[in-house]
C-alpha cells in the first residue's frame, strides 16, 4: 500500500478541518494477551500505548521477543518477526490475517521488517507495524498503528468514479489550503488516485474514532494544488481533507514563464550539461543543493534518491503559480519562486521528498509537524555541511538568546532638525539589512520624481534628485506604485535606505522588496515633519529590543532567501519567530481550522530538539549534552526510515529515538555526514557534491543516549499539550437545573420524534436559493433519536455569482409562554461541527411578536456560544457562535445548554426562538445538529407523577402520584372534555368505553404538589 504522496508549503499555509462520523471510544488492552507477550520475552517488557486505539502502540525489550526462534540472516528475520505477529497481533489492535508483509530493510542495527494492515483485502490508511531485529537476532521492539475491531462492510454504496467527481468538485471549489481571499491556481487539477481505504478518524491527531469504509482520493494540478480528500464510502461525506503541497542522481532544472501557456517551459539544464553555463544565481543554487541533497543521503546512507531507485529529481524555477516568496514540494517536483533558492530551502523541500518515500508522515497535526521538521533539519543540516552561503553559520549560540539577523520591532528616531525631533512610529521592512540594536544613523532625503503621476515624492519613478541620495536613506510618500518599485528605484539613486510614509488614517505594517538595503515604514504624520522640516533631517533606526542578541546565524532558516528578507524560522530558539521551544509553550499551535493543526509552527518543538541534541544546551531546567551533527543526524535517519509510520507523533518520536539509539549504540558501521566535493559535467564544469567513500563514524555511546533521553525531557515530546484545552466544544457535565429542595416542572419540550412538525422556517442567501433548509434527521454522534439538523456541506465556490452559498437558514419554534415558577430555563441539547469560524450557529429571540434579536451572552448559564463569527463570514458576521470543532479533533460531542429565561421576557410573555446556521460562500464540515428542547423552572413542592390503568371492565383510574396530592384533575380526549373529578387518596376513577385511549390531564395542584399537565394512554378492558 502506497499512502498518499504528499507535498508541503515552506512557509505558512492555513487549511481548514472537515467533518467527521460517530467518534468511538478508544479501546481496552486484552490483559491475558499483554500477559502473555510479557511472559514470551526473556527480559523484562516496557509497554506504551497507542493515543488513537487505546492498545498497545510500542512493546520493547533489552533482549529478546521471541527467544528460541533465530534470525541470522534478513529471511530468518522476517520469519521471526511474522510468526511473533501471528500471535500478538491481536496486542497491537490486529488480527495477524490482516498484516500483509511489505518490506523488509537492511539497517545498521539488523532488520526492520514492516507489515501493513488490510481488512477484507482493503488497506488500513495508515495502519502499519514495524518490527525490529537486531544483528544479534533478537527481536527487540515492535511499534506502530492498527485499527482495531473492525467489523464493516467492504463494498462501496459510492462508486469509485463518483468519489472521484465530488473529491475533484471539491478541490475546485476551493483547495484545502484557502480561504475566501486566497489565490490558488486550480488550473488542470484532475484526480490523481483513488483507493479504497478502511479509514480510522483521528488517527493523526493521536484520539480515538470510528472505523469507516472511505475512499482515499488525491487530487493535483502537479503544481500548486496537491490534497487528499477522504470520503465516506456510504454516504460521500467528507471526513478529512488536508493538503498536500509541502511548502519548502539525475537532475533537471525547468524555468518557468511567466504565462499561462505551459509551451513556454523550458528545460534550461539536465545532467551534464555547462553549469553553471547560462544559468542564473537562483537556477545555479537550485542544480547545486540539489545536488547536494542526493549525494547527502546516498554517500551517508546508501539511498538513491528520494524513492531508493534513482528517480530523477526536477526542480522548477520561478513557477508563477506559487503564492511568492515561497517554495515547495508537489510529489513530482520542488518548486521555488525567484529569491527563495538558499541551500537550506531548496535541501528542505527534497527532504519532504524523502520523508514522503520514507515514514510517510501525514501534513496534519504532529505528524505533520514532524513532517515540516524533518525537513527543517536535512535543511539546515545541509547548510552546515557545504562550503556555500555561510557567514556565521559556525559561531555556536547561546541559550536563550536570538540571533541578531532575527528581524524584529524597531525604533525610529528623528534627531534633528530639533522643532521634529523625537520618536516615531516606524515598521521594519521584509527585506535589507537587519537592523543592528546600535542603530543606524544617517540623514533622510525627501526622493522627488516626475509628478507626471500626481505626486512628485512616491518613488514610483527615477529620483531626479539622485546625487543627493546617494549614501543617505531616502523618503517617498506610499501610493500608486508597487512598494517594490519604489525600493528599486531607490537602490537604483545608491540609497542606503529607504522609509515610506503611509498615507493619512492608514495603520502601518512591513513592506515587502529584494534589495539589499535598509527599509522602514512610517505613519502620515511623520512622513509630514520630514517632508515640512526648516533644514536637513536626520533619523536613526534601530532594533526595539534591549536584548542581548548572538551574531550567529547558525540554526536559522531561510536566512540567505532573499525574498524572504531574512529567516523565516530559529531552529535554536524557536519563539524568536513566535513558534514553540516545547510543548507546554504559549505558543503551541492548538488551532485546528488553520495551519493543518500548526505544522509549520509546532515544528519548532521538534527544530529545538535537534538543535540541542546537536549542540547540546540548558533548557527548561534540563541540561543536554550535544552529541554532534553526525549522529544526531543518523538517528534521525533510523528513526524516520524504521520506526515512524505516518501518524506518528511527538511521543512516538520521542519513543524512536531512544529506541533508535539503542539500536545503533556500538555499531561500527555508520558513516559520517558526506556530500563530496564535486560532479564533473561533460559539457563543463562542476557541481557541488559528488560521490564519495564516507568516513566511519566513532560508535554511539549509552552517554549520547543519555543526551536523547534529556532532549526528550527538554522539549516535553511525551506531554500532552494541555494549554490548548483539547476537549469537546461543549461541557458534558450539565449541573441540575433545579437546587437541593427544589423540583424541575416542564412547560414545554420537543424531541423531533415527529420531525419538524410545528416549527417553521426563514432563509437568507447572497444568491437566491443557495441555502441549506433545516432536516429532520437522526444518527448524529450517536443520537439515533430524531432530531433537527442544520446541513454545513463541503460545498460553494466563494465570490462566485452563482456559486458561493453565504447564506443563513433558522428553524422557528412555535409560541411558547414563560412560566411564572422559579428561574425559567431553557435548555436543548446539541451536537456542532461546522468549518471554524466561517460556518456556525446561535439562537434568536422574539418576545411577545416583536423582532428577532440574539440571545445576550449574559442569559447564558451553561455551555453559551464561545467564538465569534469572522467578520467576513456572511449573515452571523462578529456574532457570538457555536463554530468549529472538538478541540483537537473532527467530532462533535453532544451537550446542553442552559438559558436563563428570566433575562430574556417575564412570565406570562409569548417567546419564539430561531435556531440560526450561517454559511459563508464555501466549504464547510457537517452541521449543527439540536434535539431535546425544554421550558421548566423550579418549584419548592413536589411534582407528582400522573399514570391511568384499568382496575375494572370499562374504568378508568388515574392516579396522581405525589406528596399527598389532593385537587382536581381535568381530564380531556382529542380535545374535547371527559370531566372535572376530584382526587380520593390521589386516585380518580371514570367509566371510558373498551379500547385504547389517550388523555389529557390537567393536575390544579394544591399547598404540597405543583400543578402539572400530562398526556397518559391506556388500554380500557
Known amino acids: 500500500m502506497k499512502l498518499g504522496k504528499q507535498g508541503i508549503s515552506l512557509a505558512l499555509v492555513a487549511a481548514g478541518l472537515v467533518a467527521t462520523p460517530i467518534a468511538a471510544f478508544a479501546a481496552e488492552p486484552d490483559p491475558s494477551g499483554i500477559d502473555q507477550l510479557k511472559a514470551a520475552a526473556d527480559q523484562t517488557v516496557t509497554l506504551k500505548k497507542e493515543g488513537a486505539t487505546g492498545l498497545i502502540g510500542y512493546a520493547s525489550t533489552k533482549g529478546d521477543l521471541l527467544p528460541g526462534v533465530a534470525a541470522d540472516s534478513k529471511s530468518e528475520a522476517a520469519a521471526k518477526a511474522r510468526e511473533y505477529l501471528d500471535k500478538y497481533a491481536p496486542v497491537f489492535g490486529a488480527e495477524a490475517g490482516q498484516l500483509d508483509q511489505s518490506k523488509v530493510s537492511t539497517t545498521p542495527a539488523g532488520w526492520t521488517v514492516e507489515f501493513e494492515q488490510a481488512y477484507k483485502d482493503v488497506p488500513v490508511f495508515g495502519g502499519v507495524l514495524k518490527a525490529h531485529v537486531d544483528k544479534a537476532g533478537d527481536l527487540t521492539s515492535v511499534?506502530?498503528?492498527?485499527?482495531?475491531?473492525?467489523?464493516?462492510?467492504?463494498?462501496?454504496?459510492w462508486s469509485k468514479e463518483k468519489a472521484s467527481a465530488k473529491a475533484l468538485e471539491l478541490v475546485k471549489s476551493k483547495p484545502a489550503e484557502a480561504h475566501t481571499d486566497s489565490k490558488v491556481d486550480t488550473t488542470g487539477v484532475e484526480v490523481v488516485k483513488a483507493d479504497l481505504n478502511i479509514y480510522r478518524m483521528g488517527a493523526a491527531q493521536g484520539v480515538s474514532g470510528k472505523s469507516l469504509l472511505a475512499w482515499v482520493v488525491e487530487v493535483s494540478n502537479r503544481s500548486t494544488v496537491r490534497e487528499t480528500v477522504v470520503l465516506d464510502a456510504a454516504s460521500g461525506k467528507p471526513v478529512n481533507r488536508y493538503s498536500m503541497i509541502h511548502s519548502a542522481?539525475?537532475?533537471?532544472?525547468?524555468?518557468?514563464?511567466?504565462?499561462?501557456?505551459?509551451g513556454d517551459d523550458a528545460t534550461v539544464w539536465n545532467e551534464n550539461d555547462a553549469f553553471p553555463g547560462t544559468l542564473d544565481q537562483d537556477q545555479a543554487n537550485e542544480v547545486a543543493t540539489t545536488g547536494e541533497s542526493y549525494w547527502l543521503y546516498k554517500n551517508t546512507f546508501g539511498r538513491d534518491s528520494y524513492d531508493g531507485a534513482g528517480a530523477k529529481m526536477v526542480t522548477v524555477n520561478n513557477d508563477p503559480a506559487i503564492s511568492c516568496p515561497n517554495a515547495n514540494w508537489n510529489g513530482a517536483t520542488t518548486n521555488y519562486c525567484s529569491g527563495v533558492t538558499s541551500d537550506d530551502v531548496v535541501a528542505h523541500e527534497w527532504g519532504h521528498a524523502y520523508t514522503e518515500?520514507?515514514?510517510?508522515?501525514?501534513?496534519?497535526?504532529?505528524?505533520?509537524?514532524?513532517?515540516?521538521?524533518?525537513?527543517?533539519?536535512?535543511g539546515n543540516t545541509v547548510d552546515f555541511l557545504n562550503a556555500r552561503e555561510n557567514t556565521t553559520d559556525d559561531v555556536r549560540r547561546t541559550d536563550g538568546h536570538c540571533s541578531s539577523s532575527t528581524r524584529g520591532a524597531i525604533e525610529l528616531t528623528i534627531n534633528s532638525p530639533a522643532d521634529v525631533a523625537g520618536a516615531c512610529p516606524a515598521a521594519a521592512a521584509n527585506f535589507g539589512p537587519v537592523y543592528p540594536t546600535a542603530g543606524v544613523t544617517s540623514d533622510?532625503?525627501?526622493?522627488?520624481?516626475?509628478?507626471?503621476?500626481?505626486?512628485p515624492t512616491n518613488g514610483c519613478g527615477a529620483f531626479t534628485n539622485a546625487a543627493d541620495i546617494a549614501g543617505k536613506f531616502v523618503f517617498v510618500d506610499r501610493g500608486v506604485c508597487a512598494f517594490t518599485q519604489k525600493v528599486a528605484n531607490a537602490s537604483a539613486a545608491g540609497a542606503e535606505g529607504i522609509v515610506i510614509g503611509f498615507l493619512e488614517g492608514q495603520p502601518i505594517g512591513s513592506i515587502s522588496g529584494n534589495a539589499d538595503i535598509y527599509g522602514a515604514t512610517t505613519d502620515f504624520a511623520t512622513g509630514q515633519k520630514i517632508k515640512n522640516a526648516t533644514?536637513?533631517?536626520?533619523?536613526?533606526?534601530?532594533d526595539a529590543s534591549a536584548d542581548t542578541k548572538d551574531e550567529s546565524v547558525?540554526?536559522?532558516?531561510?536566512?540567505?532567501?532573499?525574498?524572504?528578507?531574512?529567516?523565516?524560522?530559529?531552529?535554536?530558539?524557536?519563539?524568536c519567530y513566535g513558534d514553540p521551544g516545547k510543548v507546554s509553550d504559549e505558543e503551541y499551535h492548538c488551532d485546528g481550522a488553520t495551519d493543518s493543526g500548526g505544522v509549520h509552527t509546532n515544528s519548532g518543538v521538534i527544530n529545538h530538539h535537534y538543535a540541542l541534541l546537536v549542540d547540546g544546551g540548558?533548557?527548561?531546567?534540563?541540561?543536554?549534552?550535544?552529541?554532534?551533527?553526525?549522529?544526531?543526524?543518523?538517528?534521525?535517519?533510523?528513526?524516520?526510515?524504521?520506526?515512524?509510520?505516518?501518524?506518528?507523533?511527538?511521543p512516538e518520536y520521542a519513543q524512536a529515538m531512544v529506541s533508535s539509539c539503542a539500536d545503533l549504540t556500538g555499531v561500527t558501521t555508520l558513516k559520517k555526514l558526506t556530500l563530496g566535493t564535486s560532479t564533473p559535467q561533460s559539457g563543463g564544469g562542476e557541481t557541488p557534491g559528488g560521490a564519495a567513500e564516507a568516513p566511519a563514524l566513532e560508535p554511539i555511546t549509552a552517554a549520547d543516549c543519555a543526551a536523547v533521553a534529556a532532549a526528550n525531557t527538554a522539549t516535553e515530546l511525551t506531554d500532552e499539550p494541555v494549554q490548548c484545552n483539547f476537549g469537546p466544544m461543549l461541557d458534558p457535565n450539565t449541573p441540575a437545573l433545579c437546587g437541593e429542595g427544589t423540583n424541575e416542572v416542564t412547560t414545554y419540550t420537543e424531541d423531533f420524534e415527529d420531525g419538524l412538525t410545528g416549527w417553521t422556517q426563514d432563509a437568507e442567501s447572497l444568491v437566491p436559493g443557495n441555502d441549506y433548509p433545516w432536516e429532520a434527521g437522526t444518527g448524529v454522534e450517536g443520537n439515533e433519536t430524531g432530531l433537527a439538523w442544520g446541513p454545513d456541506p463541503v460545498e460553494g465556490q466563494c465570490g462566485d455569482a452563482t456559486g458561493d452559498i453565504t447564506s443563513r437558514n433558522g428553524l422557528i419554534s412555535p409560541e411558547i409562554t414563560v412560566p411564572a415558577g422559579m428561574t425559567p430555563r431553557l435548555t436543548f441539547d446539541h451536537s456542532v461541527r461546522t468549518e471554524s469560524g466561517w460556518?456556525?450557529?446561535?439562537?434568536?429571540?422574539?418576545?411577545?411578536?416583536?423582532?428577532?434579536?440574539?440571545v445576550d451572552q449574559a442569559a447564558y448559564l451553561f455551555n453559551a456560544p464561545g467564538a465569534t463569527m469572522d467578520p467576513d463570514s456572511g449573515y452571523l458576521a462578529s456574532e457570538p457562535a457555536w463554530t468549529g470543532t472538538d478541540g483537537g479533533k473532527f467530532t462533535g460531542q453532544w451537550g446542553t445548554t442552559i438559558v436563563d429565561l428570566d433575562a430574556i421576557a417575564n412570565a406570562g410573555d409569548t417567546v419564539q426562538f430561531r435556531f440560526d446556521l450561517g454559511r459563508d460562500g464555501c466549504n464547510g464540515v457537517e452541521g449543527w445538529a439540536v434535539d431535546n428542547i425544554s421550558v421548566s423552572y423550579c418549584t419548592e413542592k413536589a411534582v407528582p407523577e400522573i399514570s391511568a390503568t384499568s382496575p375494572k371492565r370499562g374504568k378508568v383510574e388515574i392516579t396522581v402520584d405525589g406528596e399527598r396530592a389532593s385537587g382536581q384533575i381535568v381530564v380531556s380526549e382529542n380535545g374535547i372534555r371527559v370531566g372535572r373529578f376530584t382526587l380520593k387518596k390521589e386516585e380518580a376513577t371514570f367509566r371510558a368505553f373498551r379500547g385504547t385511549h389517550t388523555y389529557k390531564v390537567v393536575y390544579s395542584g394544591d399547598r404540597n404538589n405543583e400543578a402539572i399537565t400530562e398526556t397518559v394512554t391506556v388500554r380500557v378492558k
Open 249 to 262: 542522481n539525475e537532475r533537471e532544472l525547468i524555468e518557468k514563464h511567466n504565462t499561462p501557456d505551459t
Open 357 to 378: 518515500y520514507t515514514s510517510g508522515l501525514i501534513y496534519q497535526w504532529q505528524p505533520g509537524a514532524l513532517n515540516e521538521a524533518y525537513s527543517d533539519m536535512w
Open 839 to 854: 460556518d456556525g450557529g446561535n439562537v434568536k429571540v422574539s418576545v411577545n411578536g416583536g423582532d428577532f434579536a440574539l
Open 143 to 157: 511499534n506502530g498503528f492498527a485499527a482495531p475491531n473492525l467489523d464493516l462492510s467492504t463494498t462501496p454504496k
Open 535 to 542: 533644514g536637513p533631517v536626520n533619523i536613526t533606526i534601530k
Open 444 to 455: 533622510i532625503v525627501v526622493g522627488q520624481d516626475d509628478p507626471a503621476d500626481g505626486s
Open 618 to 650: 540548558a533548557y527548561n531546567d534540563v541540561d543536554v549534552a550535544g552529541i554532534g551533527l553526525d549522529k544526531a543526524a543518523n538517528l534521525i535517519w533510523h528513526a524516520q526510515t524504521n520506526y515512524l509510520t505516518p501518524t506518528s507523533g511527538f
Open 554 to 575: 547558525r540554526w536559522l532558516m531561510g536566512e540567505d532567501s532573499t525574498a524572504f528578507g531574512g529567516a523565516i524560522r530559529d531552529m535554536w530558539n524557536p519563539t
